[in-house]
């Protein structure tokens, strides 16, 4: 059995030129499978056009985030890893899994002085920040990713390699769709003047579009035991979804429908029913406690050439190994339950003085040794089941002027957040037409569906967002061509009484670890986590060193005797 998400594209011939533009946030886990279509219809004129719009992409400074509390911190972890002593013999370290769980374990393994392989099993890096490029050169990806200044390891890790130009900040704002105002928006701004947290309740307080008074006073009471009770008390709220905590807390169920609904689908691509609030009370502890905590930014351009590619040349420099087209089949186990090496789909086998997974959890679930089953570290990871996203790329004809240069919440009950990636994103960049990226959530409903099905639900929510400019039957905007990635198991669904469930990156197993959003760490399931996930991988075994090197000797004397 295989985990598969399917890649689609249609393409519309038009007589034009071609675009250059991109991608961004949703995720994937699978193998991609095309279907192509090509339907002719005749170019649209420019004669009589009004003068063309000019849309050019604003970059703004990079917040002071170094000397926050949890960027310090990560700071600090990430110099342990090349301040340790080097060691006599460097560790050979299997990972399986080049997203950025795994690109991060082999990194701060090779700045220890160890020697990872890493192995992917696709050809392209990245894993849920995957990324392809069509036949006319222009890239989609598995989702929209934003950079949030509360990501002090992913912040750490630009800064390591030297690519902190790579992000392209946003003004401090967020931006919201007005359903029953189509074609308008409602804008929380974080003022500069003020610190955390009196920069995000002006923001909060001077909105009136989305909440009355009465409603930001019940929710601000609603949220502080929350702010006084810090990270114990978030974690206690796991067993409540959002819904129920709202209500406990006396919160009117409008905020829910006005803020948090978008919230979740953003978070967790699910419902606040169903989301557990742990999730949504690390976001807004960070968001409220950091001055920049909320501020947004874009990679420059797609994830594996820009971002995946300086952790692999990186890796490669000092030592590491990264090999693409290397699927695990099989963890093959010794007698006493230990891993003995990883089984290639080739019929290889690769052996080390330690072995990480970090793939997703489903995945990891399909290799899992059935004599390590019934252990309770594993057993519990049957909670943890990934959820369906769809991520949708739709390339319009024309320039598109009700846009922003930022992330934009749609409140559409069938998508999440959106981006014209042709403003916001400067290797697609394109000042004459729009290339939007959204995501398609919840998608449970909607993942078996056809493409055209899942264009068509699409254009329709589109046409409520940009009124004048988009209807469903393209009489307005045409649309030249589309991409939709699917992916059936994406970061793992945060529902209530997940976190117990959430193991440790070292194993019960000697020698076994593993990496990934859902193993146990402060920032659940998000690119923050993921890296995060992969240093604390990477010290587990930095730790464990001389243990591992007697286990290597009981190996190497077994095999002598046999």
């Known amino acids: 059995m295989s ?13 034009s030129s071609k675009i250059s533009m991109g991608n961004v946030l949703a995720f994937r886990s699978g193998e991609s499978m095309g279907n192509t279509l090509r339907i ?13 719009l000019q849309v050019v992409c604003i970059d703004y400074p990079r917040p002071e985030l170094e000397n926050t509390v949890n960027f310090l911190e990560a700071a600090s972890l990430s110099a342990s890893f090349r301040s340790a002593s080097r060691p006599t013999k460097p560790l050979k370290v299997i990972i399986a899994g080049a997203g950025l769980a795994g690109l991060s374990t082999a990194k701060y393994l090779a700045d220890a002085g160890h020697t ?31 950079f949030f200044g509360a990501y002090p390891n992913v912040q750490n890790l630009f800064g390591e390699l030297g690519i902190n130009d790579r992000l392209q900040w946003k ?24 610190p955390a ?29 929350a702010m006084l009770g810090g990270q114990p008390y978030v974690e206690a709220q796991d067993g409540l979804s959002v819904k129920d905590w709202m209500r406990k807390q006396g919160v009117p169920d409008r905020v829910t429908e006005e803020v948090f609904i978008a919230m979740s689908k953003a978070l967790n691509f699910i419902n606040p029913d169903e989301l557990s609030m742990q999730c949504i009370l690390i976001a807004l502890n960070r968001f409220l406690q950091e001055k920049h905590g909320s501020k947004m930014a874009f990679l420059d351009g797609n994830p594996p050439e820009r971002l995946c590619m300086p952790i692999v040349n990186h890796i490669e420099s000092l030592g590491g190994e990264v090999r693409l087209n290397s699927r695990i089949k099989k963890i093959e186990l010794n007698e006493d339950g230990t891993v003995k090496t990883f089984l290639l789909n080739n019929g290889n086998t690769i052996e080390g003085d330690a072995y990480v997974v970090a793939t997703p959890v489903d995945i990891f679930k399909l290799l899992l040794p059935e004599d390590w089953r019934e252990i309770s570290y594993f057993k519990k990871l049957e909670k943890l089941v990934g959820v369906p996203v769809i991520n949708v790329h739709i390339w319009f004809d024309r320039k598109l002027k009700n846009t922003y240069d930022h992330l934009l919440f749609s409140r559409s009950p069938l998508l999440s957040v959106y981006a014209d990636m042709s403003v916001t994103c400067k290797e697609y960049y394109n000042p004459n037409q729009s290339m939007l990226e959204l995501v398609f959530a919840p998608a449970e409903e909607w993942i078996a569906c056809s493409d055209s099905e899942i264009i068509d639900a699409t254009m329709k929510e589109l046409a409520k967002l940009f009124p004048d400019e988009i209807s469903a039957d393209q009489s307005k905007a045409k649309v030249v061509k589309y991409h939709i990635v699917k992916t059936p198991r994406s970061v793992y669904k945060t529902v209530p009484n997940c ?3 959430r193991p440790l ?40 060193y001389e243990l591992l090197c007697t286990l290597g000797q009981r190996k190497l004397t077994g095999a002598s005797i046999h």
């Open 3 to 15: 985990l598969c998400g399917s890649v689609s594209a249609l393409y519309l011939n038009l007589q």
């Open 40 to 52: 002719p219809f005749k170019k649209r004129s420019s004669k009589g056009a009004g003068c063309p």
């Open 116 to 146: 990872p392989i890493l192995l992917e099993a696709r050809d392209v890096l990245g894993g849920k920040v995957a990324a392809w490029k069509d036949d006319d050169g222009d890239w989609y990806e598995t989702g929209l990713h934003i």
């Open 171 to 194: 003004e401090h704002s967020m931006i919201f769709a007005m359903p029953n105002k189509p074609g308008e928006f409602s804008r929380f701004d974080f003022p500069e003047v003020l």
């Open 197 to 225: 947290p009196l920069n995000g309740i002006w923001a909060i307080l001077k909105n009136n579009e989305m909440l009355t008074w009465p409603e930001k006073v019940k929710f601000a009471i609603g949220l502080l035991p």
């Open 499 to 501: 976190e117990p469930c």
């Open 505 to 544: 990156q070292r194993s019960p197993i000697q020698g076994f670890y593993l990496a990934g959003d859902y193993t146990k760490q402060k920032y659940l399931a998000s690119m923050e986590g993921a890296v995060l996930s992969g240093k604390l991988c990477a010290q587990s075994i930095v730790q464990d």
